[in-house]
Antibody
Framework: QVTLRESGPALVKPTQTVTLTCTFS??????????INWVRQPPGQALEWLAL???????FYNTSLKTRLTISKDTSKNQVVLTMNNMDRVDTATYFCTRMRVSLVGGVFHYYGMDVWGQGTTVTVSS | SYELTQPPSVSVSPGQTANITCSGD??????GCWYQQKPGQSPVLVIY???KRPSGIPERFSGSSSGNTATLTIRGTQAMDEGDYYC?????????FGGGTKLTVL
């Protein structure tokens, strides 16, 4: 059974850096085609993709937030960590990590969708 | 940056067919996904690669994509299908979500 669980501080102050951890089980991030994404959702608003890390340690970021985000993985611990610096009130949201698989067909990556989501961790930015 | 546009809301009567659209430049050339989210819950993948259903997703959910529009179709809509639906696509190795559509079954 594949599960993901997010953890991190519930409350951070403006300008601080937040560190979120995704702990997963049921698969290995070393397996070809495996990826972990971070997605957030402000209260009452739409989903917003933040970052992806894949089995080969390639990293991709939301263009608008790229300068503030860092994603990394610890395969031995089955964890993916996302840090976001210079937090602001508009970053108040529920943060999800998701699993996704990709395949390589004819030299092109095909995405299978984010098939497993964690329950999310809520981060409030307030002084 | 790439954008996906969805209607804010769609209403359907029980047992009827609901169509939720998602528009984006040359969206038909990209693989699209759809997610269902009910209040207080995490999203659930209901369609991937435009028209494939993950295991466990009822057959009444289907997807199509052509040109600039992807469509999620729910046939024989049930009350349990109420919720928010998000389309999502990949553009230059970055993911983009639509703004979401609230499906009401009444």
């Amino acid at each position: 059974q594949v599960t993901l669980r997010e953890s991190g501080p519930a409350l951070v102050k403006p300008t601080q850096t937040v560190t979120l951890t995704c702990t997963f089980s049921g698969f290995s991030l070393s397996t070809f085609g495996m990826c972990i994404n971070w997605v957030r959702q402000p209260p009452g608003q739409a989903l917003e993709w933040l970052a992806l890390i894949d089995w080969d340690d390639d990293k991709f970021y939301n263009t608008s937030l790229k300068t503030r985000l860092t994603i990394s993985k610890d395969t031995s611990k089955n964890q993916v960590v996302l840090t976001m610096n210079n937090m602001d009130r508009v970053d108040t949201a529920t943060y999800f990590c998701t699993r996704m698989r990709v395949s390589l067909v004819g030299g092109v990556f095909h995405y299978y969708g984010m098939d497993v989501w964690g329950q999310g961790t809520t981060v409030t930015v307030s002084s | 940056s790439y954008e996906l546009t969805q209607p804010p809301s769609v209403s359907v009567s029980p047992g009827q067919t609901a169509n939720i659209t998602c528009s984006g430049d040359k969206l038909g050339d990209k693989y699209g996904c759809w997610y269902q989210q009910k209040p207080g819950q995490s999203p659930v993948l209901v369609i991937y690669q435009d028209n494939k259903r993950p295991s466990g997703i009822p057959e009444r959910f289907s997807g199509s994509s052509s040109g600039n529009t992807a469509t999620l179709t729910i046939r024989g809509t049930q009350a349990m299908d109420e919720g928010d639906y998000y389309c999502q696509a990949w553009d230059s190795s970055t993911a983009v979500f639509g703004g979401g559509t609230k499906l009401t079954v009444l």
